[in-house]
C-alpha cells in the first residue's frame, strides 16, 4: 500500500526550528513534484513549499520564504522541510502531498508557542 508518513512535528517556541520529514514507501518519491501543505485551525489548508521532479526548481509561499527550506534524499526516498524562525502563526497540521498521484500523508502538528 502507498504511503506517505510525515514525521517531526512539535510543539516550539517562537524563533525557534523543526525539520519535517516525509517517508515515501511503495513509490519513488523522486519521480514526481513533491510539496508540503499545511492546515491551521478554521483555515484552508494551503500549499507551503514544492520541489520538482528534478529537484532543479524549489518554490515557496510568501509567507515563509527566507525561513523554510524544502529539500529530499533520494536515497532514503523522503521529503523533508527545515523550519526556521518559526512564528506563532505557522502552527498548523502540516502534510505531505504528491499532486500527480494524489497521495497525502495522515499529517503531523506543528505548535508555535512560548
Known amino acids: 500500500q502507498v504511503q506517505l508518513v510525515e514525521s517531526g512535528g512539535g510543539v516550539v517556541q517562537p524563533g525557534g526550528s523543526l525539520r519535517l520529514s516525509c517517508a515515501a514507501s511503495?513509490?519513488?518519491?523522486?519521480?514526481?513534484?513533491m510539496s508540503w501543505y499545511r492546515q491551521a485551525p478554521g483555515k484552508e489548508r494551503e500549499v507551503v513549499a514544492m520541489?520538482?521532479?528534478?529537484?532543479?526548481?524549489?518554490d515557496y509561499a510568501d509567507s515563509v520564504k527566507g525561513r523554510f527550506t524544502i529539500s529530499r534524499d533520494i536515497a532514503k526516498n523522503t521529503v523533508y522541510l527545515q523550519m526556521s524562525s518559526l512564528k506563532p502563526e505557522d502552527t498548523a497540521v502540516y502534510y505531505c502531498?504528491?499532486?500527480?498521484?494524489?497521495?497525502w500523508g495522515q499529517g503531523t502538528q506543528v505548535t508555535v508557542s512560548s
Open positions: 520541489i520538482t521532479r528534478t529537484g532543479s526548481s524549489r
Open positions: 511503495k513509490f519513488t518519491l523522486s519521480s514526481y513534484l
Open positions: 502531498h504528491c499532486p500527480q498521484l494524489g497521495y
